[in-house]
């Protein structure tokens, strides 16, 4: 269902449920798992989420959806289900691992809430991205209307999520929301190439990096004073004094 295989500093963890990798509670505690073994090993820098199917993830499972639809029972654990689906989404989100998302396929719904969790998204240019749950009556809960919004600002997420609108990569591309696109042939390795260059770099500060970043994003001035603790703790690092120390004797 997910596997994650760990080596050289990278986590890949492969989406494999036929046949559209939808997301039921099986499959969300397998990636939960997943995440965790990835996390939990201190010479991991990079997950690459991928994967072995025609698509991404094409969202929830629809025949659990339709077998717990029918009753206010059902209806009340979908609600649960998709709290759970907010969890699992904002340990990725939050992990000190870079994330990268490789989207070969569609990505819709709460797949596409998944990649939108991750901190890099590279799409092949024919892939289908987007939230089209308002056609439905329904509305992406899985974080979709907050990450999208806080990724392309209001005036795109409303667009693409009132409008039920799926994209392109291309499309995606040109609106902010994946940072790289290409034709489909190309985007295994160009995927492979982005995270063997992230998993060359130093873990800590890769995550000091990722927790910055993370506090600009937040309103106020707290993320300054944190640009002063994180660096006072990598130059604390013996990894980052023998860099430094390596890039000082090369310019003498």
Wanted: proline share 4%.
């Amino acid at each position: 269902m997910i596997r994650c295989e760990l080596s050289a500093a990278r986590a890949v963890i492969t989406l494999a449920r036929p046949p559209l990798n939808a997301i039921n509670e099986e499959w969300l505690t397998a990636l939960e798992e997943a995440l965790g073994t990835a996390e939990a090993d201190p010479t991991i820098a990079v997950l690459h989420l991928r994967s072995d199917q025609r698509a991404f993830s094409a969202g929830a499972d629809l025949g659990l959806l339709r077998e717990r639809f029918a009753t206010a029972a059902g209806r009340s654990a979908m609600v649960e289900f998709v709290r759970r689906m907010q969890q699992v989404f904002a340990l990725l989100e939050h992990s000190r691992l870079v994330s990268v998302a490789e989207l070969g396929g569609a990505a819709l719904g709460g797949g596409f809430e998944l990649a939108l969790a991750c901190d890099l998204r590279l799409a092949a240019d024919e892939a289908r991205l987007g939230l089209p749950e308002a056609a439905l009556g329904l509305l992406p809960a899985a974080g979709g209307t907050q990450r999208l919004t806080r990724l392309c600002g209001p005036t795109t997420a409303r667009r693409l999520i009132l409008g039920a609108e799926v994209l392109s990569g291309r499309e995606a591309l040109a609106l902010g929301l994946v940072q790289w696109s290409m034709p489909g042939a190309e985007l295994p390795a160009r995927t492979g190439e982005l995270v063997a260059r992230i998993a060359g770099l130093p873990p800590e500060a890769l995550a000091a990096n990722k927790r910055c970043i993370a506090a600009a994003a937040a309103s106020g001035d707290a993320g300054f004073a944190l640009e002063l603790e994180e660096t006072a703790r990598l130059y604390a690092a013996p990894d980052t004094q023998a860099r430094v120390r390596k890039f000082l004797d090369k310019r003498s």
